[in-house]
């Protein structure tokens, strides 16, 4: 098998920094440049997920204007749901 084959595979990467529950009235209502509220810390971790299956976890690094991850644990195929 050739290594062309791999490299054509496509994974949408999700990096899922924290959720929320809101009245869709209130989503309808918001505006462009609107904030919304997460049920999270600044410390918290983050979840990554591959195509909507969460495989890993990491903390969220600010360096200047870039943002980026760490990745701070691999979830075992256990834990990952299907």
């Known amino acids: 098998m050739s290594d062309t084959s791999i490299k054509t595979v496509?994974?949408?990467l999700t990096v899922?920094?924290?959720k929320t529950t809101m009245p869709v009235n209130q989503l309808l209502r918001m505006g462009r440049g609107a904030v919304i509220e997460l049920e999270t810390?600044?410390?918290d971790e983050v979840e990554i997920q591959a195509n909507?299956?969460?495989i890993a976890k990491a903390d969220v690094i600010v360096q200047g204007d870039?943002?980026?991850i760490?990745?701070?644990e691999k979830l075992k195929a256990a834990e990952v749901s299907y």
């Open 52 to 54: 909507n299956i969460a």
């Open 70 to 72: 760490q990745i701070t």
């Open 16 to 18: 899922i920094l924290g």
């Open 66 to 68: 870039r943002i980026g």
């Open 41 to 43: 810390l600044d410390n």
């Open 10 to 12: 496509k994974i949408e």
